[in-house]
């Protein structure tokens, strides 16, 4: 299962994009609401997630997804179980994906130290010994960064080819008339 969480204030299209390229890519996805059910978007748009994160097992953890936006970042990073499970993933080489602001989790936690990565501008101080790159998404091993909502359709399909290979992930691209 690949786990998206969202917290108060995430950026919607950066959350929503890579769940509906996955969900086409017949990956299983479950989005993950912290703090409850109902979780509103930076943007106000109001969504209900699939799960809350007390209901959150490790068991059947093959990826995480964090959503940037602000204040959702912040929201994430002060989730206990959020970062058990980034943990979790890094400690048993699972993929962990981030966008926009959400790749500063990943900084603080050590994660990105030698890793190529990439975030919205003004969080580069934050992504602690990355090898910054100007890209919308990068790809280093099992860690996969975006720049931010512009680059969400981009981020989500590098997801999809790391879990589903580039076959699949190639299909949904041309059917979501991508370049």
Do not use: W
């Not at 993950?32 to 068991?59: F, M, N, P, Q, Y």
């Not at 512009?150 to 190639?170: D, M």
């Amino acid at each position: 299962m690949v786990y998206v969480f969202l917290a108060e204030g995430f950026e919607e299209t950066e959350a929503l994009a890579p769940v509906d390229i996955l969900r086409r890519c017949k990956i299983e996805v479950s989005t993950v609401g912290v703090g409850g059910r109902e979780i509103t978007g930076s943007h106000g748009i109001k969504v209900s997630a699939d799960i809350t994160e007390s209901e959150l097992s490790t068991d059947d953890c093959e990826a995480v997804v964090l959503p940037g936006g602000m204040p959702g970042t912040l929201n994430l990073e002060k989730s206990p179980i959020v970062k058990a499970c980034v943990k979790y993933c890094a400690d048993n080489d699972l993929p962990i994906c981030a966008i926009c602001a959400a790749p500063s989790i990943l900084g603080h936690m050590g994660i990105l130290r030698g890793k190529k990565a990439t975030c919205f501008p003004g969080f580069e101080s934050e992504l602690d010994g990355a090898l910054l790159q100007n890209e919308l998404a990068v790809t280093d091993g099992k860690i996969i960064t975006g720049k931010g909502a512009g680059a969400a359709i981009e981020f989500g399909l590098a997801i999809a080819t790391l879990l589903a290979g580039s076959e699949i992930s190639n299909k949904t691209r041309a059917a979501l008339q991508c370049k």
